[in-house]
């Protein structure tokens, strides 16, 4: 796909984004882990670079091939992504936040495989994991945009705007569960996108080439008030 617009209106602008599941071990074979495939943040790391800026995509396990001329930082776990983009943030004009982090961890992680026991049931201790985001959103600075997202399944608008102040983000992309067609591991999603202002824009089904182009559209006069 190219950009038919006059000039790339993010060049020379760093941008991170974060794409797909953590993976949390609890030995050496085992992991808890989620659905996401990574399409929305590729898609997006996609349409950034494409629009001139400098991409840092940050990806949990997933299938995909990272874009073209984009940097690809490889991570597991929540630890390894909040490493990884505590590195990248101070830079980058533009962070988005699309994947699906862990919020707990196993306690320990048992060094040798776990051996099944005589006991019908077991318990693994989790401990919660630090919010990437919300760390961003205390650390943002003037001219930085940063944009999260929201997985709800119930009161979502409530939740998402929750979201958007907690973690002090420009807007907040949601995502239903209840929509179908939408959310992780589909080619379309379906976003309403939530902003400081309470201002609300809820999208159609779409790819998610064009729910990327969506959210960068939204992104771009952003850049242009903060610089100015
Ligand atoms: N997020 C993050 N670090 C975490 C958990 C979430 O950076 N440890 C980010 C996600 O990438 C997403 C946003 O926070 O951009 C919202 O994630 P979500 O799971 O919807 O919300 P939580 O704040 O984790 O709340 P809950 O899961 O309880 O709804
Ligand atoms: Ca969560």
Do not use: W
């Amino acid at each position: 796909e190219a950009y038919f617009g006059e000039t790339q209106p993010l060049a020379g602008k760093k941008a991170l984004v974060t794409a797909g599941p953590t993976y949390e071990a609890i030995d050496p074979v085992r992991y808890i882990g989620n659905h996401s495939s990574g399409k929305m943040g590729y898609a997006l790391a996609a349409r950034l670079s494409l629009l001139g800026a400098d991409v840092t995509l940050v990806s949990g396990p997933t299938h995909l091939k990272p874009p073209a001329g984009v940097t690809y930082i490889a991570v597991t776990s929540a630890g390894e992504m909040l490493d990884a983009c505590l590195t990248h943030f101070a830079q980058s004009a533009i962070t988005v936040m699309s994947a699906a982090v862990a919020d707990y961890t196993p306690t320990t992680v048992a060094d040798r495989k776990i051996k099944k026991g005589d006991d019908a049931g077991m318990i693994i201790e989790l401990t919660r994991t630090t919010d990437i985001l919300a760390t961003l959103g205390q650390r943002k600075q003037k001219g930085q945009v940063l944009v999260g997202f929201a997985l709800e399944t119930h009161d979502e608008l409530d939740h998402a705007k929750e979201k958007l102040q907690k973690k002090n983000l420009d807007f907040i992309v949601l995502n239903s569960a209840r929509d179908e067609g939408a959310g992780f591991a589909n080619d379309t999603n379906k976003i309403t996108i939530i902003d400081r202002n309470g201002s609300m824009e809820a999208f159609g089904l779409k790819p998610k080439q064009d729910v990327a182009r969506d959210i960068c559209a939204r992104i771009i006069p952003l850049l242009e008030t903060s610089a100015g």
